[in-house]
Structures are given as structure tokens and as C-alpha cells.
């Protein structure tokens, strides 16, 4: 299964962001979905989808985020593109397990990542919520790690993605975000990763090497 040619891949009118890791061989694809409804959704994606989506989440948001991750997928991938699931709750690719994938989404966004090798995907939007709860995610010697290299609600943001992705790449469920994963703020990967923070959005991606 290969990807198709990320600029020419529009859903509803929306166009995919395509941010690719060749030195990793992963390849994370975003789309907006503020412009997208729930209707546009369930008139193109197969009624089985549509059926699992509204019998395995009550919220209506969840519901919307299933639907619109599985029509990236298929923009990207083909329409006999997959999502299953591990017992742990990890997914991976139905007709290519050997192609990892992680899934992630915030307001207005949803994004894959798709990777010959293990990969956590998150993606997170700036405010301030990440800020107030640092204390539960990002040790104090963390913390002042973030700082020396960016302002206090980016640091927190990318605080809390970089272990999101790191909790999906690990696979244990359970594991503490903030005893059980570490960050080291002074390795090329994160630093390298901040830079692509915006405005927006973070987009934090973590690969086994």
C-alpha cells in the first residue's frame, strides 16, 4: 500500500497537509475539518462505518473524529484502507500491519501518521489548558528543561504532546504520563519538532529508532 500524491489530496474541498520525515520514513497527513459536517461525512464513507461510529460513541464529536480519520485515511491511502485494533486499543493497518500508523485529533484538525517503523502521533492546539495542568504531565526538571528554550504555554503544549505520542508508541496502557515517560527537552528530536508549532497547532511525532 503506498500513499497517494499528498498535493493533489483534497477531502470536501479541504486540502491535506502533508509533512513528511524522510530520514524516519514517516510521513504525517493533517486536514482541516472545521469546514467538514458530520453529514458530508455519512453521504461518502460506507453506512458500516457510519453504523460503528454511532454505536461505539455516544459523543457526537468522537463520532464526527472517527468518521473524519477514516476519510484521511482512505484520501491518503485508497478506499480499501482499514483501521483495526490491538487488544490494547493501538490500531494498525487491516491489509499492511507491517505500515504502522498512529491516529490523533484536536478541534479542527484530524492526522495519521503512517511509518515503516513504530510511531506515536500527536497533535495538540495552543492554550492555556496545558499550562494550568503542567504539574500532572512534566516533571519540575522537565519543566525547566522546556523553558530555557521556549515561552511557558508552548513548553507545556509540547510538554503534553510529546508524551501523548510517547504514551501511543509505548503501548502499555496505564502507563503514568508523568513518572512513567521522560523527555529529554535537549535532543534534536523534540527540538527539531518544536519548530514546527504554529500558531495553530503542535504536531509532535515519536519513532523507535
Not at 461525512?41 to 457510519?50: A, R
Not at 504555554?153 to 504514551?167: D, H, P, T
Request: charged share 20%.
Amino acid at each position: 500500500m503506498q500513499a497517494l500524491n499528498s498535493d493533489s489530496i483534497f477531502v470536501l474541498g479541504e486540502r491535506v497537509n502533508h509533512f513528511k520525515f524522510s530520514q524516519h520514513g514517516a510521513d504525517v497527513y493533517l486536514l482541516p475539518t472545521s469546514q467538514i459536517s458530520f453529514e458530508d461525512l455519512k453521504q461518502l464513507l460506507p453506512e458500516t462505518l457510519v453504523s460503528v461510529a454511532l454505536s461505539r460513541f455516544k459523543s457526537s464529536q468522537r463520532q464526527f473524529e472517527f468518521l473524519a480519520v477514516r476519510m484521511l485515511l482512505r484520501a491518503v491511502c485508497g478506499e480499501a484502507a482499514q483501521i483495526v485494533y490491538y487488544p490494547t486499543g493501538r490500531p494498525y493497518l487491516y491489509d499492511n500491519p507491517q505500515r504502522y500508523i498512529s491516529i490523533s485529533h484536536t478541534d479542527g484538525f484530524v492526522a495519521i501518521a503512517l511509518s515503516g517503523k513504530d510511531v506515536g502521533l500527536d497533535i495538540e492546539l495552543l492554550s492555556n489548558r496545558q499550562l494550568r495542568l503542567r504539574q500532572r504531565f512534566m516533571s519540575d526538571e522537565e519543566w525547566q528543561q522546556a523553558l530555557q528554550l521556549l515561552q511557558p504555554e508552548v513548553a507545556a503544549a509540547i510538554g503534553w504532546s510529546a508524551k501523548e505520542a510517547l504514551y501511543k508508541l509505548v503501548d502499555v496502557p496505564g502507563t503514568d504520563l508523568l513518572e512513567g515517560l521522560a523527555c529529554e527537552w535537549g535532543s534534536e528530536q523534540l527540538l527539531r519538532d518544536a519548530q514546527h508549532q504554529n500558531e495553530v497547532y503542535i504536531k509532535m511525532v515519536i519513532m523507535k529508532l
